[in-house]
């Protein structure tokens, strides 16, 4: 019965150890390597005002968001003191980088009184507050509709505002994505940028004229809210079958006073907000310009219109933009090449063998035979590591670093510490004149709380520098803290039954079996 135990024991944890390799391998699940180990650019961020600590916490969650909704494999993205640090592993161009990681500003919602446009075409906006219906739509969302044309009476591509008494499709200046590559490259006749239209009443305060995204300009009032209205990450796209892509977003509990406010003085038409139109503006651009049809909303607004799939992420992506508490600049960028990371990665990988083979080395010269269930306890836990360090890399945003490595190199040391700590109690036996037979089982029961207490000791260490630490430390920690756990599960499921089966078959009792020259009595 104990036999069978003992090789249920060790059967199961080799079994475990070598399908999750072999999965992992044929799904291709690798483990993801991080930029000093593969190369790629480096981008530091700081906030341009004072910013608390849960201030940079969403602004790293924010780009976090917005890096994966762009595609960036495993981007590390995370706070060191007052910094946001984002690296991009597999990133050549420090262009790109940029690029990518340049998705802070601040999104502002202000009344438009008049907008000038360069196409003939555009994107009505129409919302439908609680407990109200319209034509088509089935639930209490606000919806929208494209038209093309410009407003009899007016010059082309002048949108002039409109006063409808009814939630109808009125002409708005064209919705257009912050990526796409066909807005027009020609430039139109615009109203100059000082200038405020004759229609538009001049004692209105704190106006200016800001461009508009695909073509044109827009005088604005001040703004009547942040992009903080909305909800963190609420903002979706879906498809209508009636009405096509449309931007769906929650309006979040201290935001939605601001929004209905801003949206009923547009409803109505006010004076602050004569064109009933409401720009959604991120750094100085206005994004879109949606009409508004309704005095007050609940829970979500939906905006539709003519966009195209991408046009829709585009805006989804500049509402989702607009939970940020404070502005963001670049602050430095650094690339790590391609060749430094591969040398980096060849480094360490020799660095692990050679400290491998050195402890088997020397093991050999005080266990003898044991060395051999030494090597193959590692290469258990060196399959269980592998294993681990893919599926953290395909459900977290952790990368396997320099640092990490480094943590699993020094590991070693301390699983070599728990086979030491057992074989040295077996050794004092045999000298005391017991079999390894009659010691075996008995050695790892005297000895267990005493491993279990010194990897519980490593493991709180790596514990606490996870928690207390930023970047690099980090991933030590990370590292550390798996290995160890690794190391007390492979020492009880592995080696105790295979040292203990070993032990019953009478083939370690001999005299050299710890080079200590005494025959057994």
Not at 423 to 435: I, L, P, Q, S, Y
Request: aromatic share 6%; charged share 15%.
């Amino acid at each position: 019965m104990i036999h069978r135990r003992l090789w249920t024991s060790l059967l199961a944890i080799v079994g475990v150890a070598v399908v999750g390799l072999a999965l992992n391998l044929a799904f291709g699940n690798t483990p993801v390597l991080g930029l000093d180990l593969q190369g790629g650019v480096s981008v530091v961020l700081t906030p341009t005002e004072g910013a608390t600590d849960d201030d940079l916490i969403v602004i790293r969650d924010l780009v976090r968001s917005e890096l994966e909704n762009r595609g960036i494999a495993e981007p590390d993205v995370r706070v060191e003191g007052s910094d946001i640090v984002v690296d991009l592993p597999g990133v050549r161009d420090q262009r790109e980088a940029l690029d990518a990681a340049d998705v802070a500003g601040i999104v502002t919602l202000q009344p438009v009184l008049q907008c000038l446009a360069t196409e003939d075409d555009g994107a009505t906006t129409t919302s439908t507050p609680t407990g109200s219906t319209t034509p088509g739509a089935s639930t209490p969302t606000s919806t929208a509709t494209s038209t093309t044309g410009s407003t009899p009476g007016t010059p082309a591509g002048l949108r002039a505002p409109t006063t409808p008494t009814t939630p109808t499709t009125e002409p708005v200046p064209p919705t257009r994505a912050a990526d796409d590559s066909s807005s027009p490259t020609s430039t139109p006749a615009l109203t100059p940028a000082t200038s405020v239209p004759s229609s538009v009443p001049t004692g209105t305060p704190q106006t200016e004229v800001l461009p508009l995204l695909g073509g044109g300009t827009c005088l604005v009032g001040p703004p009547g809210g942040t992009g903080e209205v909305f909800a963190r990450n609420s903002a979706n796209v879906e498809l209508d079958q009636q009405r096509g892509w449309s931007v769906v977003v929650s309006l979040s509990g201290a935001g939605e006073g601001a929004w209905n406010t801003l949206a009923s003085e547009c409803f109505n038409g006010l004076e602050s907000c004569p064109s009933r139109q409401l720009a959604i503006v991120l750094d100085g651009v206005v994004q879109s310009a949606p009409t508004v049809q309704a005095p007050s909303f609940q829970g979500e607004v939906s905006i539709t219109g003519n966009f195209a799939e991408e046009e829709a992420r585009s805006l989804a992506r500049v509402l989702n933009r607009g939970a940020f508490p404070v502005d963001v600049e670049v602050r430095r960028v650094e690339t790590v090449s391609p060749t430094l990371g591969q040398d980096s990665l060849r480094a360490a990988v020799i660095a692990g063998l050679v400290g491998i083979v050195a402890v088997l080395a020397l093991l050999y010269v005080f266990y003898r035979r044991l060395t051999l269930l030494v090597a193959l306890g590692l290469c258990v836990w060196g399959m269980l590591i592998y294993s681990i360090a893919a599926i953290i890399s395909q459900t977290t945003n952790y990368a396997l670093t320099l640092a990490g490595v480094t943590g699993i190199v020094v590991s070693i040391g301390i699983t070599v510490d728990s086979y030491v700590i057992y074989f040295e109690r077996m050794k004092d036996d045999v000298v005391h004149g017991r079999t390894l037979r009659n010691s075996a089982a008995r050695s790892f029961k005297a000895t267990w709380r005493t491993i279990l207490a010194a990897n519980l000791v490593a493991f709180i260490a790596a514990a606490v520098l996870f928690v207390l630490s930023v970047g690099a430390v980090r991933g030590f920690a990370l590292y550390l803290g798996i290995t160890t756990i690794c190391d007390v599960i492979v020492l009880y499921f592995f080696t105790r039954p295979a040292v203990i089966l070993l032990a019953d078959t009478g083939r370690l009792d001999r005299r050299d079996t710890f080079g200590l020259g005494l025959e057994p009595s």
